[in-house]
């Protein structure tokens, strides 16, 4: 079985311009999840979707970040325009629907670096 | 609101050192509780869990007992590898949701 799917894994930008990532998550798996996990610190929700809508996203900067899960698989989070303090590994995670809550599948990851 | 705090790190031992990694946490009602690993150059994978009180999660030679009176759930392993060096997260679902909530993360590192 295929594992989340993240690209790209590094991203170098200068601070103002734009990135998105992108996540594939297991086959099947109705709920998403993006982290954003900073240096030395646990990972932290960004986003959970639930098919294509929204279940919780109390914690996304909605000035700079915009997450998208069109046709309730594939997911995207933007961030723009990027400020140093986002540079950070962003972590997509996914579940299938009838799974323990708490049993999260994680990809490899995303490193942003914001200079 | 809900919170998990993990012993600072880094943790460096011996192989076939005992290991202990602390857990304490705060929530509401009765969490699911859960420790993730996360191996160099990987991505964080689920090691063992518990979801009442008194459960013993287990995996790997690894274990954690849910404890409700002293709000802990502490990692063990009897005898440390070189392969079990990774970063260990403790972490919670609070009753009725799905999102996790980790701990700051404790770096361990078994020399050989």
């Known amino acids: 079985e295929a594992g989340v799917a993240q690209s790209p894994r590094y991203k170098i930008i200068e601070k103002r311009q734009s990135v998105a990532f992108w996540c594939n998550p297991i086959s099947g798996h109705a709920t998403l999840y993006w982290y954003q996990q900073i240096l030395g610190q646990g990972p932290k929700l960004l986003i959970q979707?639930?098919?294509?809508?929204?279940?919780?996203d109390s914690q996304l900067p909605k000035d700079r970040f915009s997450a998208e899960r069109l046709k309730g698989v594939d997911s995207t989070l933007k961030i723009q325009p990027a400020k140093l303090e986002d540079s950070a590994v962003y972590l997509c995670?996914?579940?299938?629907?009838?799974?323990?809550?708490?049993?999260?599948?994680f990809g490899e990851g995303s490193r942003l670096t914001v200079l | 609101g809900n919170s998990v705090t993990q012993m600072e790190g880094p943790v460096t031992l011996s192989e076939e050192a005992f290991l202990t990694i602390n857990c304490t946490y705060t929530a509401t009602g009765y969490p699911s509780l859960f420790w993730y690993v996360q191996y160099p150059g990987e991505g964080l994978q689920l090691l063992l869990k518990?979801?009442?009180?008194?459960d013993k999660g287990s995996n790997k030679g690894f274990e954690a007992t849910y404890r409700k009176e002293t709000t802990s759930f502490h990692l063990e392993k009897g005898s440390v590898q070189v392969s079990d060096s990774a970063v260990y997260f403790c972490?919670?679902?609070?009753?009725?949701?799905?999102?996790?909530?980790f701990g700051q993360g404790t770096r361990l590192t078994i020399n050989p």
């Open positions: 979707f639930q098919n294509n809508g929204v279940v919780d």
């Open positions: 972490a919670l679902t609070a009753q009725g949701a799905q999102k996790l909530v």
């Open positions: 995670a996914s579940s299938p629907w009838a799974g323990v809550a708490g049993e999260l599948f």
């Open positions: 518990a979801t009442k009180a008194d």
